[in-house]
């Protein structure tokens, strides 16, 4: 079957401007097999789309426009194991179809995982009630929401350029993806099959995420400190019911380092039941730069995504 990891067949859709920007880099960098749909209100957007399948929407408030978005997006979606939806809260073309696209993905029970941001926290106070709007409708259809904080990456770098910090936000995007996804592609120690991974984020609800890198002495305590700390965590983790783990690294990781780090996430939790679903991913690189989280490097890398949160 084309395109598929392992026999997962995954789809990608991206939802106005950010959504094509976020596909596009995962294109031009081959960073993941999938299936990549841009659906867009502009045209301009979809011109400078990569994706193999375009779908204009002449009109969010027409019947008839949104009734073809439906048409295409089931025939596009046949067979699909797994569909993301990338966008951005607040922006009209991303906040109202995000909802639609999901009902449908929804409705042919597919796993569906809606990577959004959140506007900054300066930004027009409309846009801020659509956004959130947005994410409360688009709870009844997806599977989990993983939301980026535009401030949390503001806050971050505040000496950098709003373009930059768009290109910051762009990138983490990229990175949920290809994290969620290497456990279904690469071999490791302990793998993970594609039911491992749906059980985890299938009607999950409120989700976090977390990520770190670290190499030399105590890699792995550093790593997984650096993931249950991450600037972009809305929240910790204390409390989640089920966490995914990822953990990349050369084959040189030790039993004694897995184990670490197993066991510095469950103790963050606090939850005495957590469920723990883990795969390891075998990646011989060297450790660069720390910011770099998809930048190759021989060193450990510690991917979480923490859901089924008690309150």
């Not at 659906?39 to 969010?60: C, G, M, Q, W, Y």
């Not at 103790?267 to 039941?273: A, G, I, L, Y």
């Not at 469920?275 to 795969?279: C, I, Q, S, T, V």
């Given at each position: 079957m084309k395109n598929t990891l392992n026999g997962v067949k995954v789809k990608i859709v991206a939802l106005g401007k950010i959504g094509s920007n976020v596909i596009n880099k995962m294109i031009l960098n081959n960073i993941v097999k999938a299936d990549f749909i841009a659906?867009?209100?502009?045209?301009?957007?979809?011109?400078?789309?990569?994706?193999?399948?375009?779908?204009?929407?002449?009109?969010?408030t027409s019947f008839e426009a949104m009734e073809d978005l439906r048409k295409q997006t089931e025939k596009e979606f046949?067979?699909?194991?797994?569909?993301f939806i990338i966008a951005e809260m607040g922006e009209k073309t991303g906040t109202l179809l995000s909802s639609a696209v999901a009902e449908i993905a929804k409705s042919m029970n597919i796993l569906t995982v809606a990577i959004v941001s959140k506007p900054f926290d300066f930004e027009d106070l409309n846009k801020i009630k659509l956004a959130k709007k947005g994410k409360e409708r688009l709870k009844h259809f997806a599977d989990t929401i993983i939301v980026i904080p535009y401030q949390r990456l503001n806050d971050?770098?505040?000496?950098?350029?709003?373009?930059?910090i768009y290109e910051k936000g762009e990138k983490a995007f990229v990175t949920i993806v290809k994290g969620i996804l290497d456990l279904i592609k690469k071999q490791g120690i302990v793998n993970l099959d594609f039911a491992d991974i749906k059980s985890?984020?299938?009607?999950s609800g409120k989700t976090v995420l977390g990520f770190g890198k670290a190499d030399g002495e105590d890699r792995a305590k550093k790593a997984v400190e650096q993931a249950l700390n991450t600037p972009l965590l809305e929240r910790s983790i204390k409390g989640a019911g089920k966490i995914l783990m990822n953990i990349t690294s050369g084959k040189d990781i030790r039993l004694e380092e897995i184990s670490q780090i197993a066991t510095a996430v469950a103790?963050?939790?606090?939850?005495?039941?957590l469920?723990?679903?883990?795969?390891t991913v075998f990646e011989e690189t060297k450790f660069e730069n720390s910011e770099d989280f998809e930048q190759k490097g021989s060193c450990?890398?510690?991917y979480l995504i923490a859901t089924n949160f008690s309150d």
């Open positions: 659906v867009d209100t502009e045209k301009v957007n979809l011109d400078s789309s990569k994706a193999s399948k375009k779908i204009f929407v002449s009109s969010i046949q067979n699909a194991d797994m569909v971050l770098y505040t000496n950098l350029p709003m373009a930059n985890i984020l299938q009607n103790k963050s939790s606090e939850n005495p039941d469920f723990l679903a883990w795969g450990v890398k510690v």
